[in-house]
């Protein structure tokens, strides 16, 4: 039998059968010695020991087409960053460092901002403005009037999405209101790993039916730029390609040159200025943490 596994706790893997059934497999012993760690989003081939009590046994874990590092999952297509409008004003820096560390890891990303419903019309258009070149496809949602998510739900489909974003911006509603219609059957297993009732602390994977599944991930309040050296900031800023050819030196890093092209973008309203300046923010961070 082939599944996915959309948990593990405590040396305990909650495998998604094709049948809309949950088991509580361990993984064997020969996982262990060869040193190989069975990941959320793993798609496995599981024995089943028990079908009453829905336990089994993780034989084989299939091909992965990719790992993502931070956090520890397999098979992820891309990633949704969930931010509000306001209640709480959103961070853009910890957005953008979020943006970073996709790319590095080559995760597409889509970016919502909930909570349109309790914000000023202005507030929502000038954040999608910020982001209207950065590479992404915004997303202006109210989850609690369930207005934007049509749109959302096409690009979800099929696909397994990685969910982030701070505490408090409608996550987990979010993931309600997306999975309300599916029926799964999961019997004990659901009071086993709590899925749903409280804030999430593991990562898990939620099916919404279809081959549509929803990484669930802590709610994060920073994020580390790891891996990342100074000179190699500027490429992960979609907006500043179309220009940099334009610069007087090769290899410009866009703040102190002078003739710098994405510095005039910035000047005339081709690159939104709140973009860069995170990104010079971010280059201090870099620049000063080489020193040590």
Do not use: W
């Amino acid at each position: 039998m082939q599944g996915k596994i959309i948990r593990g706790v405590g040396g305990f893997y909650y495998v998604h059968t094709e049948q809309d059934v949950v088991y509580e497999c361990r993984a064997k012993g020969v996982f262990r010695k060869e040193k190989i760690k069975p990941l959320v989003g793993d798609d496995v081939e599981m024995s089943v020991i028990d079908e009453q009590q829905r336990t089994g046994n993780i034989d084989r874990i299939l091909p992965r087409r990719n790992t993502l590092i931070r956090p520890a999952a397999a098979n992820v297509d891309q990633a949704l960053v969930v931010f509000a409008v306001s209640s709480p004003k959103p961070n853009l820096n910890l957005l953008d460092r979020f943006l970073i560390s996709m790319e590095q890891q080559e995760i597409p990303v889509l970016i919502a901002f909930n909570k349109e419903d309790l914000a000023e019309e202005q507030e929502a258009a000038s954040l999608e403005a910020i982001y209207s070149g950065c590479g992404s496809k915004v997303f202006l949602l109210s989850v609690a009037k369930e207005k934007g998510l049509e749109l959302l739900k096409e690009q979800l489909a099929g696909k397994t999405t990685i969910v982030a974003g701070p505490s408090g911006v409608g996550k987990s509603s979010l993931t309600n209101v997306l999975q309300k219609e599916v029926q799964m059957e999961v019997g004990e297993v659901s009071r086993k790993i709590d899925r749903g009732r409280h804030t999430t602390r593991h990562t898990e994977l939620i099916a919404l039916g279809g081959e549509t599944y929803f990484l669930d991930t802590p709610g994060f309040s920073s994020l580390y730029l790891q891996d990342l050296e100074y000179e190699d900031l500027k490429d992960y800023f979609y907006e500043f390609q179309s220009y940099e050819a334009q610069c007087r030196f090769q290899g410009c890093m866009h703040i102190h040159e002078p003739d710098c092209a994405v510095k005039d973008a910035v000047a005339d309203g081709k690159i939104h200025p709140s973009r860069y300046e995170n990104y010079v923010l971010l280059a201090e961070e870099l620049k000063n943490r080489k020193k040590y």
